[in-house]
């Protein structure tokens, strides 16, 4: 029998056991360096070929912008993806990371911050697809998968769109290791819209907002303007929204300007540049960033009526227009709206009835003075009253240096004392007929009045009757007025517009809007009508209706009857026929006591 020796058969095993181990190592080095010097290509699978976006209005234009391509295994890929080379200077692969999840990481969505950059750049970019599709279909050759972004040119003026982002992805592989989520899969967009309403009201209408107020000279109109900001959030890299205001025949109260909304806190998140006539309100970028959501501005001031034209009916018309960011790809090509309120003050007996060229320099004779007989004739006279309104001519005698008072209550203890241009209290009105009869009443506020003559013209009866004077005035809704403009600041009338050639009608935008304007003027005295002046409409403005529905005049005759002025019960004659029949009896009494006493002597 051999001899086994212990020590030695241990020995041997140990070096098989090594030897395999050794193999085994081998084995798994060369494999594993063969797996790092040889990474797996990354291979795609199908993808999302349409991409669809919805929440649009008909007419918008939809601007689709490449920001992220698949690029396979290229270098500095992120999972297959990369930045197009217009935008990898803010879709770094850092970013990309963060958007996809790599690393452990959450994805997350595009922050408004870096949407807003990438708006910056779309705005010297062409578009990938423009027009009104809201679809894209990434199968055709020149699109292909990716991120796109989609900034979108609203049709309506009042609405502002924030970019939306959509992807067309690739779908998971069987070994699960290029998994990439749809990085938008809520495709509708955010929009807002804008909105502004402008109202007035007076003291002396009790403080009733609407749409047109009549006035008078020197009334203090409180303005209210309810506008809309847009919701634009940080995707809008340098929003802007400013409100300008602009009277007519009006000046504005320096410093009464105020500015309301719940998200502002401290008076420098606007600015304002506060003219004679005028008012311009700029709000800070920052702030505007800092509203995500559309939020409600309030903006009171007060104005006073100052125009002295001697016309029929002055128009103090008041615009009031908002201009703005409407889309990140234009910043500086803004949106308008715009609104407007009408006021108008009246004039009895205008120097210039007007309306339009042709009927220019027209005047009224709501209100006439004529002489008469003792039987109430009137006196025949060479001079006749011819009417600028109607053919009908006057052979009453017109008679001038008639003085009046205007008085606001019918007992005539209330007289009407006007206001300045300024506002403040002035004096009471000096009335008087002119060589035609007409007496000339400006600057009045529509409403009830009372005139009585204080004196009469030399040689004739002063009038006692008051007479009851009221105008009123009608407006109308006007909807929808057209009106176009460039800058915000000039607007013309559609008609204005559509007479332009096509050339000259290059960077106009329309906008519509609602208003009131004046449709009929009355002048009635004691219920009757002294004169009737109907007006159509042309946009916000107004004029008379020579052709359709033309003025009516029936001017009310104030007369006079030619004579002495008996002297008036209690007044000064009566007091001087007793200091003479006082007399006469004391003289009396004085010769009668005189002659007894000449008889007892």
């Known amino acids: 029998m051999e001899n086994i020796n212990p020590e030695r058969t241990s020995m041997k095993q140990f070096k098989k056991m090594l030897a395999l181990v050794l193999a085994g190592a081998m084995v798994l080095g060369t494999m594993s360096m063969t797996a790092f010097a040889e990474p797996a290509a990354v291979t795609a699978g199908s993808y999302d070929g349409e991409l669809s976006v919805t929440g649009t209005a008909p007419g918008d234009t939809l601007n689709f912008y490449k920001v992220v391509e698949w690029v396979d295994s290229a270098t500095d890929n992120v999972k297959g993806w990369k930045a197009t080379s217009d935008y990898a200077s803010v879709l770094t692969k850092t970013e990309l990371e963060k958007i996809l999840g790599v690393n452990g990481q959450t994805a997350t969505n595009i922050t408004p911050a870096v949407a807003a950059q990438l708006a910056e750049i779309a705005r010297s970019k062409t578009p990938i697809q423009s027009g009104a599709t809201t679809t894209l279909n990434t199968t055709d050759t020149d699109k292909g998968p990716g991120i796109y972004m989609v900034l979108i040119n609203p049709a309506d003026v009042d609405t502002v769109y924030n970019p939306v982002f959509v992807s067309s992805d ?6 699960g290791t290029i998994s990439v989520e749809a990085f938008y899969e809520d495709s509708t967009v955010k929009k807002s819209t804008t909105t502004l309403e402008k109202t007035a009201a007076t003291s002396e209408d009790g403080w009733d907002d609407k749409k047109w107020q009549s006035t008078a000279i020197g009334d203090t109109v409180t303005f209210t303007v309810v506008t809309t900001i847009p919701g634009y959030g ?4 340098a929003p802007h929204f400013a409100v300008k205001d602009k009277l007519t025949d009006m000046t504005l109260v320096p410093g009464s300007v105020e500015v309301k909304s719940p998200t502002m806190t401290k008076d420098n998140q606007y600015s304002v540049d506060e003219g004679t006539t005028n008012y311009t309100l700029t709000f800070d970028p920052e702030y505007l960033k800092s509203n995500k959501e559309p939020v409600q501005v309030t903006i009171t001031y007060k104005a006073i009526v100052a125009t002295t034209a001697p016309l029929h009916v002055n128009t103090e018309k008041n615009e009031v227009t908002t201009e703005f960011s409407h889309t990140p790809t234009s910043e500086n090509d803004y949106s308008f709206k715009k609104d407007t309120t009408q006021h108008y003050t009246f004039t009895i007996d205008a120097d210039a009835l007007g309306g339009d060229s042709t009927q220019s320099g027209k ?13 109430g004739q009137p006196i025949t006279s060479e001079k006749t009253i011819s009417s600028d309104i109607s053919p009908r001519e006057y052979t009453e005698s017109p008679l001038s240096g008639a003085k009046f008072k205007l008085y606001t209550d019918s007992a005539c203890e209330h007289e009407y004392i006007p206001k300045t241009t300024t506002g403040a209290a002035g004096t009471a009105l000096d009335i008087q007929s002119d060589g035609d009869g007409r007496m000339k009443i400006e600057g009045l506020d529509a409403g009830t009045y009372y005139l009585k003559e204080v004196e009469a013209p030399a040689g004739y009866v002063k009038d006692t009757h008051v007479a009851e004077i009221v105008i009123t005035a009608v407006t109308t809704p006007v909807t929808d007025v057209v009106e176009w403009t460039k800058d915000g600041n000039t607007w013309i009338s559609d008609a204005e517009y559509q007479a332009l050639d096509a050339a000259g009608k290059e960077g106009y935008k329309s906008f519509k809007y609602d208003t009131d304007v004046l449709s009929s003027y009355t002048v009635t005295v004691d219920s ?5 002046y109907t007006f159509k409409n042309k946009g916000n403005d107004a004029e008379i209706d020579w052709t359709t529905t033309p003025p009516t005049e029936l001017p009310h005759m104030f007369t006079n009857t030619k004579g002495t002025e008996l002297p008036s019960t209690g ?4 007091t001087l026929f007793y200091i003479i029949g006082a007399i006469l009896v004391l003289g009396a009494g004085i010769l009668l006591v005189t002659r007894r006493r000449m008889s007892v002597n």
Do not use: H, R
């Not at 009757?528 to 009737?532: E, T």
């Open 170 to 175: 690739f779908n998971t592989d069987a070994a």
């Open 528 to 532: 009757v009508v002294a004169g009737s």
């Open 363 to 375: 005047k009224t004779s709501e209100l006439v003075k004529i002489g008469v007989d003792a039987a």
């Open 571 to 574: 007044g000064m004659g009566t």
């Open 234 to 237: 940080e995707t809008y890299s």
